[in-house]
């Protein structure tokens, strides 16, 4: 084996880590909406929508990782 | 050259949606609106219905005329491209190419309604905002929602496809090995992957492809509502 392949590897897989805060990101930020809905039910359709944006901007950060990772695995070895 | 497999069934859907919009639209003009809608027309209207009301929701009565077509094509075009792949042809949005289109028309209605509501120097000045030095980041800012759409739907759906491979090959694997314990070599049916594959297929799939296509929906009309100013929203201007 080359050991350039599995350096190549090893970045992909650190790229990725970029998605591990954001998962705990967007748990919190599921368990307050549900807190927010459960406190104020006749409003469920504006917190969802709400959620959902604040989930998707949060959710950047771990898809540039992905990314990343896709480009290093992909296109990087053929360059 | 070679072309990809996917482009196939990119053809194949549009054509199959394209004929039967064609139909339902001819089946809806025949039919007298003061009647009682019957068959197969009543949870289609149901669902123009529930559409409709949420993009009211959230762009306002003024924008969701115009509105509402783009968002049922969304619906309807993104989540059967998201379940076809049960049917085991690959997810046309596992194709960067079409998710990125999607996201592009998306993003150039965002700069239209933009453009309308703030005017043009408006719109050129909010690259300078909060100030002057700010100018790279916005035009990064402004490209920035384009990537992330489209690679979030992207993401998604290839990975599904992925770990869905991934499973297919381990039960595969796994086939072979418990066959060999009783002295079959060769190669086996995989009669573990049925018995793993279902409630899988039932998550990457149908519900995974649920939960994208009514983000990318629902990320659609809120970007574009936020550009409306709320006089105009709430249909008091």
Sequence with gaps: MDINKGLIAIGAGLAVMAGMMTGLGEGM??????????????????????????????????????????????????? | MTIQSDVYVIILITVLLGVA?????????????????TGVLVPILWAVDIV????????GEKTADVLTPYILVLWVYIFIANTISLFGLSSPTANLSVTLFLAFVTWLLIQITELKYQGIKGYLHGFLEPIAVMLPMNIVGKFS?????????????????????????????????????????????NFIGPLVAPILHAYFDLFSGFIQTLVFVTLTMVLIGNDIPEEVRNGIA
């Design chain 1, 29 to 79: 930020a599921a368990a307050h909406a549900c807190d927010a809905i459960g406190k104020n039910p006749e409003a469920e359709s504006k917190i969802r929508s709400n959620m959902i944006l604040g989930i998707a901007l949060s959710e950047t950060v771990a898809i540039y990782g992905l990314l990343v990772s896709i480009l290093l695995m992909f296109v990087y070895p053929s360059l």
């Design chain 2, 21 to 37: 919009i064609v139909l339902l639209s001819k089946k809806i003009q025949k039919t007298d609106p003061l009647q009682k809608p």
């Design chain 2, 145 to 189: 929602t384009m990537v992330s759409m489209s690679v979030r739907l992207f993401g998604n759906i290839l990975c599904g496809g992925i770990m869905m491979q991934l499973v297919y090959a381990a039960t595969q694997g796994l086939s072979n090995s418990i066959a060999s314990l009783f002295g079959n070599s060769g190669g086996v049916f």
């Design chain 2, 52 to 59: 409709h009301k949420n993009v009211v929701n959230n762009v």
